[in-house]
Each structure stands twice: as structure tokens, then as C-alpha cells.
T-cell receptor, first 115, second 114 residues
Framework: EAGVAQSPRYKIIEKRQSVAFWCNPI?????LYWYQQILGQGPKLLIQ????????DSQLPKDRFSAERLKGVDSTLKIQPAKLEDSAVYLC?????????????FGPGTRLTVL | AQSVTQLDSQVPVFEEAPVELRCNYS??????LFWYVQYPNQGLQLLLK??????LVESINGFEAEFNKSQTSFHLRKPSVHISDTAEYFC????????????FGKGTKLSVKP
């Protein structure tokens, strides 16, 4: 079974530029999560989808971050414009619909560096 | 609301030595507790979990953790570590009876030296 795929694995941009990350969850997983993991900190949930609907985006900085999950499969997370403090690893995770949060599978992450 | 404190950011140990990674939590409700491991360039993996029942839980690769409600702790231990255990370990908490998501600690980097 293929795991959660993320691309790109690394991205370097300058502040005020835009960037997008892509996530392909495990086949059949209706729930998808995006996390931000700043160096020296644990992952922080940004947004949770069930199919193509948003369940929780309370910690998403909506003035610059956006996410979508068209057709309830792949998802993209966008930052526009990026700030220095957005440098982090962005993790995507997925799980079966209705399953508890600890059953989610994590992707390898995208490491973003904002200069 | 819940929070997690991992008291050590880095723990260096020699191979075959015992190790303890400390985790304390704070919550106004009952909790589920977890340890995740992140090997270099890989995603987070669930190592072990406490949901209910026996307060001592074990993983398949020799780690164990004990839920101590009075001390609000969930420390991770292994009696003899291997080089392959080098990784970052995250303690996490989730509130019982809700769809509450995982709250992670800041992580502890375990470095096992030969």
C-alpha cells in the first residue's frame, strides 16, 4: 500500500513570494490533515478535511494561508505572501473516515525555507 | 484544552544503555496519550498509545511508557537502546470522548552513539 505522498520535498523562496504544496493521501482515506512543524516544535494542526469539506481550520492563518481538496482526494496548501516565520516543515496526513485521530498516516513532509 | 511538555530537547546516550524520555501533560478532561517517532527524512509514526486499562503500554521494538495520572506523566523508556533508535520522539495528547485532534509536544531528539 502506497503511503501519503507530498511534493515538493524541499522549497526555498524569498519573503513575499507565493508557494504551494501538494498532498496525495492514501487511497480511500477520506480525512486529510495539514500540519505545520516549525524547527524545535511539535506539529501543529492547520486544517482538517473530511472528503472535500473543512472540519477544522481554526489554526489556519487565513490572511495568507489557503487550502483546498477538490474532489475529496488530493489537496494543496498555499501560502501567499510568505513570511520569514513560515519557514517550517509542512506535513500532510490522512486517515479513514470516522477513525480516531491517532490512526492517521503521515507523509514525509515539505521543508519550506523563506529567505 | 490540553498541552504537552517534553522536558528534554536532546538526549544523547551510548548504545545498549537505558533511556527515559520525559513527557508531562496538562488537561481539564481525561486524555489519551501517545508517543510518535520520526526517523530522519520520514513521516511521523505512532510508536505506542494509552487509551484505557493497563497503565503500562509497550511497543513492538522494546519501548514502553507508563501513564501516571497523579503526576500527569507519560514517560517513554527503553532498557537498552540501539543505534537504529536514533530519531526524534514526540509525545502527544488527545481529549477523551471527542474528536479532539492531537496536541504534540516539542519533541526530544534521541541520539544513540556507538
Amino acid at each position: 500500500e502506497a503511503g501519503v505522498a507530498q511534493s515538493p520535498r524541499y522549497k526555498i523562496i524569498e519573503k513575499r513570494q507565493s508557494v504551494a504544496f501538494w498532498c496525495n493521501p492514501i487511497s480511500g482515506h477520506a480525512t486529510l490533515y495539514w500540519y505545520q512543524q516549525i524547527l524545535g516544535q511539535g506539529p501543529k494542526l492547520l486544517i482538517q478535511f473530511q472528503n472535500n469539506g473543512v472540519v477544522d481550520d481554526s489554526q489556519l492563518p487565513k490572511d495568507r494561508f489557503s487550502a483546498e481538496r477538490l474532489k475529496g482526494v488530493d489537496s494543496t496548501l498555499k501560502i501567499q505572501p510568505a513570511k520569514l516565520e513560515d519557514s517550517a516543515v509542512y506535513l500532510c496526513a490522512s486517515s479513514l473516515l470516522g477513525s480516531p485521530p491517532w490512526t492517521q498516516y503521515f507523509g514525509p513532509g515539505t521543508r519550506l525555507t523563506v529567505l | 484544552a490540553q498541552s504537552v511538555t517534553q522536558l528534554d530537547s536532546q538526549v544523547p546516550v551510548f548504545e545498549e544503555a537505558p533511556v527515559e524520555l520525559r513527557c508531562n501533560y496538562s488537561s481539564s478532561v481525561s486524555v489519551y496519550l501517545f508517543w510518535y517517532v520520526q526517523y530522519p527524512n520520514q513521516g511521523l509514526q505512532l510508536l505506542l498509545k494509552y487509551l484505557s486499562g493497563s497503565t503500562l503500554v509497550e511497543s513492538i521494538n522494546g519501548f514502553e511508557a507508563e501513564f501516571n495520572k497523579s503526576q500527569t506523566s507519560f514517560h517513554l523508556r527503553k532498557p537498552s537502546v540501539h543505534i537504529s533508535d536514533t530519531a526524534e520522539y514526540f509525545c502527544a495528547v488527545s481529549g477523551v470522548g471527542s474528536q479532539g485532534n492531537l496536541i504534540f509536544g516539542k519533541g526530544t531528539k534521541l541520539s544513540v552513539k556507538p
